[in-house]
């Protein structure tokens, strides 16, 4: 078990002992003290689960964001080459920007392309 994982029962105990010594430091009775370790323990326990949870997601968060940083960092160091030093593309697309004359060019009515139709016309594009 990791440290992290004996957290509430540190915290339970330690609440134990304060409660303990306060009551007898204040002379309170034996049924009245053990009702306040009952309820001492039940807050604390929900405490320390609480505390543990969120350290361990804290913990968790940033081991994940470590990961990412460092797979990051060896992506761009190794530029994507393979053994015979080609580069190997992942997603290299370059798209060629279109003046205004390729823009005017473009039939956006032929049957081909998306239509943005009325559904009470599918009739029309439908058949063919």
Request: net charge negative; with cysteine.
């Amino acid at each position: 078990m990791k440290l992290i994982d004996f957290l509430p029962i540190m915290i339970i105990t330690a609440a134990l002992v304060i409660n303990v010594y306060m009551g007898i430091k204040n002379h309170v009775g034996f049924s009245i003290l053990m009702i306040r370790c009952i309820v001492v323990t039940i807050v604390f326990g929900v405490f320390g689960f609480l505390i543990t949870k969120t350290v361990s997601n804290i913990v968790e968060y940033y081991r994940i964001s470590m990961d990412i940083q460092n797979k990051d960092k060896v992506e761009t160091t190794t530029e994507n080459k393979s053994e015979k030093g080609k580069i190997n593309p992942i997603l290299d697309i370059k798209v060629p920007p279109l003046d205004d004359k390729a823009l005017e060019s473009i039939d956006y009515d032929s049957d081909d392309e998306f239509v943005e139709v009325n559904p009470a016309d599918m009739g029309k594009y439908g058949k063919q």
